[in-house]
């Protein structure tokens, strides 16, 4: 508990003004002073003209937006000891955290994280307990708990999104190799676990999406080849030439053989009335 003690008042109607100097007293104060109760006469006041630099802020900013749990972390703990070593103003002081909560709140909203599982509430009550705390090392350990929740979930969000972008990659690069079990022998994942790590970043489950792209591979083969129909389905990942030609035909609802025929009469149609 911090307490700020206004000088004595005898009428009951100064009630109002003695809180305002004691109010007064807690702002004025040197964040740099220790201590529970600080007393008009003897507070030492705090440096006006002491402020945190704009460009410390700003890489507050960045160490956010890219998940940089370290550098974040070392950052605020070099601006709180300068404020303390500077007696800088405590009003100063819990404006600037105000700042740098914000810059938190703008990264979970960027990113649409669940601010609740961040902050453990919502965005809003989370400043209004921060501006209400007195003590300067309370809020200087709710802006380090939270700068570690935001860029630790950031960081993490970061990787997966690398992860998923790697597991694309492979896919397209061996299109027709390509299973669940060398995926996960490659990103050093259990097979079950890509599988559900894959539905819930690309909103569709691992077939769905191999069997999508190898038929639109072979949509391209059929136009620009005249290989066989089985051929080009072996080449693309279909072992079978029959169950090639049902997966062509449940997505694309004709049969290979259909599709290279019709599609290349109307290119057909539409050269020579071009020409």
Do not use: W
């Amino acid at each position: 508990m911090t307490v700020g003690v206004s000088t004595l008042f005898n009428r009951l109607e100064h009630i109002h003004t003695a809180y305002k100097e004691a109010c007064d007293i807690l702002d004025m104060r040197s964040v740099g002073e220790r201590g529970m109760l600080f007393h008009a006469a003897s507070a030492l006041p705090g440096n006006a003209n002491v402020l945190f630099a704009s460009n410390k802020k700003e890489t507050a900013r960045k160490y956010l937006e890219n998940g940089h749990v370290e550098g974040a972390a070392q950052l605020l703990v070099q601006l709180f000891t300068e404020a303390r070593e500077q007696n800088m103003r405590f009003a100063a002081f819990r404006q600037t955290a105000s700042d740098l909560l914000y810059y938190a709140v703008e990264a979970v909203y960027a990113r649409r994280i669940d601010e609740d599982k961040v902050f453990g509430m919502p965005a809003g009550e989370m400043i209004t307990y921060v501006n209400s705390l007195h003590n300067p090392g309370s809020i200087e350990a709710a802006c380090l708990s939270v700068y570690n929740n935001v860029t630790s979930h950031i960081q993490a969000l970061q990787q997966s999104n690398q992860a998923i972008a790697g597991m694309l990659e492979y896919i397209a690069e061996h299109l027709a190799e390509a299973n669940l079990t060398a995926i996960a022998e490659r990103f050093n994942m259990n097979s079950n676990y890509v599988s559900q790590y894959f539905k819930k970043h690309q909103g569709v489950t691992y077939t769905d999406y191999i069997n999508r792209l190898r038929i639109e591979k072979a949509k391209e083969l059929l136009l620009n080849s005249n290989d066989k129909a089985a051929d080009i389905g072996r080449s693309v990942g279909f072992n079978n030439a029959n169950a090639f030609i049902r997966m062509f035909k449940k997505l694309e609802g004709v049969t290979p053989s259909e599709y290279r025929k019709d599609t290349r009469r109307m290119v057909g149609g539409y050269s020579t009335m071009e020409g």
